[in-house]
């Protein structure tokens, strides 16, 4: 009998702590934001960054579009290539947080949760001088920890309004469509300029890439401007 408590206390336990607060970011829309705060601005914003070989093509042609963008970074990578996040600031993106590493969130204990957001918050603004203080928690799933921990250290997350797949190899004109279908006023893009992480598909991002002047365009055929995660919390 006293077993069956502690089984169901336990459970009880790892459902708030991982469940609940993934049900009320993802579904409910608490305590997190999917759409930038003004009306005719749209966010562009990459995750899993920054990779040697995409994330500089990928600048080459936000710079020729003449579009501002935000990349949450896995902050490994970002100490591995800093010029490469050098140049995004450079050319006007934003850096912002996606995680120390690419790990699920919701199994972490608070302290390798707060790793993942304030802590690696903290390491990017002390490398780069960056204020990072808007967080995308990796496959955008967060435990109880990351919910106490984000308010106290004046962070915020943002997670999207548009997702198409694209970690998986898509015909850009695919990608395009998709995009569009899902577009609407104040919405927030994530594509990915890495095939690092877990369940990403080989040479996808060079899809990504291709697709973008013509994201850009229906974006701006829609009348909308871009904006950065900063101004959207
Ligand atoms: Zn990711």
């Known amino acids: ?9 336990v459970f009880c336990i790892l459902v708030a702590y991982c469940g609940v607060p993934v ?6 829309h608490l305590s997190s934001r999917r759409y930038t705060n003004k009306p005719g601005k749209v ?7 920054p990779h040697p070989e995409y994330t500089p093509q990928l600048l080459d ?13 896995i902050v490994d990578h970002a100490l591995k290539y800093p010029e490469i996040v050098e140049r995004m600031m450079a050319e ?3 850096v912002q947080v996606h995680g120390e590493r690419h790990l699920f969130v919701p199994f ?4 390798l949760t707060y790793r993942q957001s304030v802590g690696a918050s903290r390491i990017l603004q002390q490398r780069f001088g960056v204020l990072a203080n808007v967080y995308r928690p990796t496959w955008g799933a967060c435990n109880l920890a990351t919910l106490f921990l984000l308010p106290r250290h004046d962070m ?11 970690w998986r190899r898509t015909e850009p004109g695919e990608l395009v469509r998709r995009v569009t279908d899902k577009l609407s006023d104040r919405a927030v893009i994530v594509l990915h300029d890495s095939d690092w992480s877990y369940g990403a598909e080989r040479g996808a991002p060079l899809q990504v890439i291709a697709a973008i002047p013509e994201i850009v365009q229906a974006v701006r ?12 919390v």
């Open 1 to 9: 009998m006293i077993g069956w408590l502690v089984g169901l206390i």
């Open 23 to 28: 049900l009320w970011t993802r579904v409910f």
């Open 43 to 49: 966010a562009l914003t990459f995750d899993d960054g």
């Open 61 to 73: 042609v936000l710079k020729s579009c003449g579009v501002r963008a935000t990349f949450f970074v």
């Open 92 to 94: 006007g993106h934003e």
């Open 108 to 111: 972490l204990h608070p302290v």
């Open 156 to 166: 915020h997350m943002l997670l999207w309004s548009v997702m198409v797949g694209d």
């Open 221 to 232: 055929e829609r009348g909308c401007d871009f904006a950065l995660a900063s101004e959207c």
